[in-house]
């Protein structure tokens, strides 16, 4: 099953963008879309197809292996299960950034001013929590560390609402804090693509120190595991897929969480494993979230972030009562 996993999610992904090319508000046959995206000479079809409906569905695939592969690191090297990405306090500074862009006008002045301040604001989290954790603390001093620059951007951005004049401003905060992939360009993949890209190399780069940490961090240094070089390298991949992923598609929760601990099983439970199993289940969570927002309530502006929540609370509850039923039959 290990073997056919990857190759079998890679196919799930491919089906679900072809989809999220297919489904849209316009009523055209999936024979017509093809054709307006491949040969590019059917008119608005083709401007839809290539400039607005691809672009999401690339976008959607690059956001979930994000988040998905972030989560599978984090919650392998904390040897936590409920650890996820916002844990270090990334994704609430990305969003404390783009607020920012958001009320002070930035983000109207400017094309790019929003996700480039959201990016900004990861970059300062990722530089506070180094400072904070310091080059070798211990895992748990990582965890405090991030819960403090988490809280403190919480708490930055719900004094900039709560101090906004500006009630249309106030709307446009709340409405991007839940996150979508609505009327994203490839401007926006552009600029998000090789931070994503970049961060999800320097995490694949960790599967044997993961699996190294298995035997805890004693073990881990007895094989030869540099531990600050192998924190660095999380701390740096997670703020650069996540606030990249963060900054174009606003906060979108549950997919660095859900995703390891559905797959996990099926890998074996070995950290190298699962995590591009991960990145690969997330783009299709991503992107099946993306497709629901779409069919659910086609007539609204259902976020992509709240149909998350939806999905993902009542499976992470689940997990845990599957979880609970196990560890009492094991007694």
Known sequence: MTRALLPGLAMLVVGLMLASLLI??????????????????????????????????????????????????????????????????????????????????????????LPGMALLGAVGAVSLLLLLAGPRGASLTLILAGIAVSALAGAATALVLNLSPNPFAAAEIVFWTMGSLADRSWSHVALSAPFIALGGALLLTLGRGLDALTLGEDGAEALGVGLMRLRLALVAGVAAAVGAATAVAGAIGFVGLVVPHILRPLVGARPSRLLPASALGGAALVLAADIAVRLVLPERDLKLGVVMALIGAPLFLHLIWRTRRELEGLR
């Open 24 to 113: 849209g508000p316009a009523q055209v046959g999936a024979r017509a879309s093809l054709a307006a995206l491949a040969m590019g000479d059917r008119g608005p079809l083709s401007l839809v197809m290539r400039e607005i409906r691809l672009p999401r569905a690339v976008l959607g695939a690059l956001v979930g292996a994000a988040l998905g592969l972030s989560g599978a690191a984090m919650q392998g090297y904390l040897r936590n299960p409920l650890a996820e990405p916002g844990l270090i306090g990334v994704s609430g500074s990305a969003a404390l950034g783009a607020v920012i862009a958001l009320q002070t006008g930035l983000a109207a002045s400017y094309a790019l001013a």
